[in-house]
């Protein structure tokens, strides 16, 4: 740096000497101030977070112009969403395989229900019903004292389409079972339910009500009125 007097303008070079060797005039030369370190810092900090800003104005237009504009990206989409239709549709199909039953599986529970249900009807009336009743004495009331139904909901056939074969007992227990899958009764693929079903024990009875506390406001249509 070089200096030079104010009143002549001569340059009296780099030092501030406080006399000027060409006017004689002396001059008062300001001490130079010290940079105050709390203002620089601050200004550090400023220009840092300028540039930050500045940088992620940058970044965040080249996402927005060129993001959506690139196949890759919708290339990208598709397969994430590929994997995820091929996971949910994985673990749906577990979850119906888990919740198909056998169909002799079913068989044998709508036989234990059955069974049950047989013997509910023999606690009430004293007896099983007769082969001119049926299992439809269990859903639809055939005008015998002390009935107490329905003992089940609906009367269903087996998974093979076959109703279930019922005779009523001679000595013991009555005959029901399942044609099974030849659908022939006799042979050896037929089911049968579990004999100690026949007997529900009298636990049962707490909780059971009337008929016409149990459906209150169906009628039980006997079933020479349903046939009409």
């Keep these: 740096m070089r200096y030079r007097c104010p009143y002549c303008k001569q340059e009296v ?15 008062i030369v300001p001490k130079m101030r010290e940079p105050n370190p709390r203002l620089a810092r601050r200004r550090r900090i400023e220009n840092i977070h300028r540039e930050y800003e500045q940088k992620k104005a940058e970044l965040h237009g080249a996402v927005q112009s060129t993001m959506f504009r690139n196949p890759k990206f919708y290339f990208g989409v598709i397969a994430v969403l590929a994997l995820v239709g091929a996971w949910l549709f994985k673990a749906t199909d577990s979850a119906v395989q888990r919740a198909v039953v056998p169909p002799h599986v079913r068989t044998l529970r709508n036989l234990d229900v059955l069974a049950e249900a047989l013997g509910r ?7 099983y019903p007769a082969e001119s009743q049926g299992l439809a004495a269990l859903v639809r009331d055939p005008q015998v004292p002390r009935w107490s139904g329905p003992y089940i909901n609906f ?25 099974g899958p030849d659908r022939l009764p006799g042979t050896p693929d037929d089911l049968r339910p579990d004999t100690a079903r026949f007997d529900p024990g009298t636990a049962w009875t ?11 406001g169906v009628v039980i249509v006997p079933p020479s009125d349903a046939t009409r």
Excluded: E, I
């Design 155 to 179: 009367l269903r056939k087996d998974p093979w389409g076959t109703d279930f074969v019922y005779r009523p007992p001679t000595n013991g227990l009555p005959l029901l079972f399942s044609c």
């Design 121 to 127: 009807y023999r606690f009430h009336v004293g007896a």
């Design 13 to 27: 070079g780099a030092s501030p000497a406080p006399q000027c060797p060409g006017c004689g005039r002396t001059r």
């Design 206 to 216: 707490n909780g059971w009500l009337p008929t016409a506390q149990r459906l209150r």
